[in-house]
């Protein structure tokens, strides 16, 4: 198996609760234990984060995952913790589909300058939820490429992938997306957890990442110098 | 007062398989029914005269409802093209509810643009792919969220759409309604903006600013001389008023 050092982590899981049921989400079906991330795995993720912001390939983080960040109840905590962590250079951005924002979380996103993309799995929710956070000095954008730009989570769901084939950014870039559970994975589509790559109880600097089985039914592309010789996983 | 010139809307239908808070449908005020065979020829033989003479643009079959619903929807859309021949651009948008594969297949010789609205991604989402394997869709519209309109004030809803010249008024613009009447405006869910019938000479008649001119978000470009209503009341609130 090849596989190359961890660069990033690019996706944080803070929950994997979630208060809809969209039939194109795994959410619903999801093969692991739904909950909120504990503290301590929070903070051992942390580590992780930190050690690639001092290597210098830490980008952005992402708190998204499987499931509604803001449900976790020490959201707001978490997210200033991260903004010490990566610092304001970096982009600390997530996704809501917007039912639980309210005052005191559109404060909490502003104060840490979160990018914040509303899903519009619920447009009539949605659309007052962008205009609130606009309103209270959030960066906010909208998505929508569950339907025009969709994908089948490599065949996990029953729906149409329409988005673009190119390399996939978490194996080209070597990011991990750490699950609620501990887990850290190679991407985010291994959204039951099946093919996790580490844990974040491993050693700080020792996770590495490699295509995984999911990527033979991945729209995405493995990237050639993660390629293996005898793989059943979809080559560019 | 401007030439009609244009039939620039029909509506099929004026029922609707969602109801959306940002949409007047829910609480429509005028009758919810199938437009008749008769008021869709006539209205595509005016749309013929207006194409004869230059001035009719595209055609829009859908208003306030969703035309799919219709249940002659795939024959008055061959109608349609036959009567207007296929130089004619026609287009609909729907919420995707009913349109799947068979739909799709049996619509697709007419050649219409279609849109599909992002009002429930689930079934929008189906309907989107069905469409592209035919050819036919134009786009996916999430106006609601995107580019938002409250109806003139007419449901309580976001104004984020850009301010533009509307042509309606200065394009001589008919929307024609389920029951055949014809208004001046796209966004009249009450009637209230109607000034003819599908069934008079249109080629007689003008169309001219109206009350929800003055509460809309567009520029309707020429002087409103019409009085302006103290409150645009929103339809939800008429209808409990009428109601009480």
Redesign the interface.
């Known amino acids: 198996m090849i596989s190359v050092p961890l660069r990033e982590i690019h996706e944080l899981e803070l929950s994997s609760l979630c208060n809809l049921a969209?039939?194109?989400c795994p959410h619903p079906v999801l093969q692991r234990e739904k909950g909120n991330i504990g503290w301590d795995t929070f903070e051992r993720a942390m580590l992780h984060v930190e050690y690639y912001v001092k290597q210098k390939t830490q980008g952005e983080l992402s708190l998204t995952g499987i499931g509604e960040a803001i449900l976790h109840p020490r959201f707001g905590e978490a997210l200033l913790r991260c903004r010490e962590v990566i610092g304001w250079d970096r982009l600390l951005v997530m996704a809501t589909n917007g039912l639980a924002i309210d005052d005191d979380i559109i404060a909490l996103l502003a104060a840490a300058k979160v990018r914040v993309y509303v899903s519009?799995?619920r447009?009539?929710v949605?659309?007052?939820a962008?205009?609130r956070l606009t309103a209270g000095g959030v960066r906010t954008l909208?998505n929508?490429a569950?339907?025009?730009s969709?994908i089948n989570w490599g065949g996990q769901v029953e729906?149409?992938a329409?988005a673009p084939v190119h390399d996939c950014g978490y194996l080209t870039s070597a990011w991990g997306s750490i699950k609620q559970n501990g887990s850290v994975d190679a991407c985010c589509v291994d959204a039951h957890d099946l093919h996790p790559i580490g844990n974040v109880w491993d050693e700080v600097g020792s996770l590495r990442t490699h295509a995984i089985p999911l990527c033979a039914k991945c729209h995405l592309l493995v990237p050639k110098h993660l390629q293996q010789e005898e793989s059943n996983v979809r080559a560019a | 007062m401007f030439a009609l010139r244009d039939i620039h809307q029909i509506e099929m239908t004026s029922h609707c398989n969602l109801r959306c808070k940002y949409c007047p449908s829910p609480h429509l005020g005028r009758e919810k029914l199938h437009m008749s065979e008769a008021t869709f020829l006539r209205s595509l033989q005016w749309a013929k005269y207006f194409k004869t003479r230059g001035t009719q643009g595209e055609i829009n079959l859908a208003g306030i409802g969703e035309s799919t619903m219709h249940p002659e929807f795939v024959r008055f859309l061959h109608l349609a093209r036959e009567t207007l021949g296929f130089e004619q651009r026609l287009l609909f948008a729907t919420n995707g509810l009913l349109m799947d594969d068979a739909m799709a297949r049996a619509i697709a010789p007419a050649k219409p643009d279609v849109w599909v609205s992002l009002h429930r991604p689930e079934r929008a989402g189906p309907a989107v792919e069905a469409l592209k394997r035919v050819g036919l869709l134009v786009g996916i519209s999430g106006d609601p969220s995107l580019s938002a309109i409250n109806w003139a004030g007419q449901v309580d809803w976001f104004v984020s759409s850009p301010s533009r010249e509307c042509q309606w008024v200065k394009g001589g613009w008919a929307f024609v309604l389920a029951d055949g009447r014809v208004s001046r405006c796209c966004l009249d869910a009450t009637g209230e903006g109607v000034f003819a019938h599908v069934n008079d000479d249109l080629s007689q008649h003008e169309t001219s600013p109206w009350v929800l001119c003055h509460t809309c978000d567009q520029d309707v470009g020429v002087p409103i001389n019409v009085p302006r209503k103290d409150n645009v009341i929103p339809l939800k609130l008429m209808k409990r008023t009428v109601a009480a």
């Open positions: 969209c039939v194109y519009l799995h447009p009539e949605a659309t007052p962008g205009f909208t929508h569950f339907v025009d969709s729906w149409h329409s």
